[in-house]
């Protein structure tokens, strides 16, 4: 009869990602992981394979929580502009300061080296694009693909803010998505 699992394997992902974003990709081990979870080697290596599997499903369960926050945030979320703006702003409120965001940038490049991992994120940017696309339904002649502009817009203001990152994020981002939609708008104005 299999042991009862003292930890249960979500509970071990979470660790890793937390690992992953405090030491980078790199450090994670299933020593390293061993000694942060205070289970096994053997028995992460039971549960996990090998090194690829391990960062593939913590990077997954992290998409999962991703998806989930946004579904969340999308519900309570007016569909509106400024709707757009909040949902975005909130999502933003994750990076942190300077160094959280450097080190997410390290775990978005392993998302970028895996097949499945990058369909995960297309398949988040396609869900987060059809949200941006009903923010903006009301407005009258909006550029094709709204969704995929603003998303982009949001993920250029973080870059930008991460080479001068004086502003808090999350206040960076609220101003330059507000200038970027009230142009948009303004510019669709009959």
């Not at 994120?121 to 987060?128: C, H, I, P, V, Y």
């Not at 603003?150 to 206040?171: M, N």
Request: proline share 4%; aromatic share 6%; hydrophobic share 40%.
């Amino acid at each position: 009869m299999p042991r009862k699992k003292t930890q249960s394997d979500e509970d071990v992902l979470e660790a890793a990602h937390r690992l992953i974003h405090r030491h980078g990709p790199e450090a994670l081990t299933f020593e390293r992981l061993s000694k942060t979870c205070g289970l096994s080697g053997s028995t992460l290596v039971q549960r996990f394979k090998n090194k690829a599997t391990l960062r593939q499903r913590t990077l997954l369960q992290a998409w999962d929580r991703l998806d989930a926050k946004t579904t969340k945030l999308a519900n309570a979320t007016p569909r509106t502009p400024a709707g757009a703006i909040k949902l975005l702003v909130a999502l933003s409120r994750d990076y942190g300061g300077i160094e959280s965001y450097a080190e997410g940038l390290l775990v978005l490049r392993e998302d970028l080296r895996d097949p499945v991992l990058r369909a995960r994120g297309a398949s988040w940017k396609a869900s987060l694009c059809n949200i941006l696309d009903s923010c903006f339904a009301s407005v009258v002649d909006t550029p094709l693909d709204i969704g995929l502009l603003t998303a982009s817009h949001w993920q250029g203001s973080l870059l930008w803010w991460s080479f001068d990152p004086k502003a808090e994020v999350a206040s960076y981002v609220e101003d330059s998505l507000g200038r970027f939609v009230a142009a948009i708008v303004t510019a669709r104005k009959p």
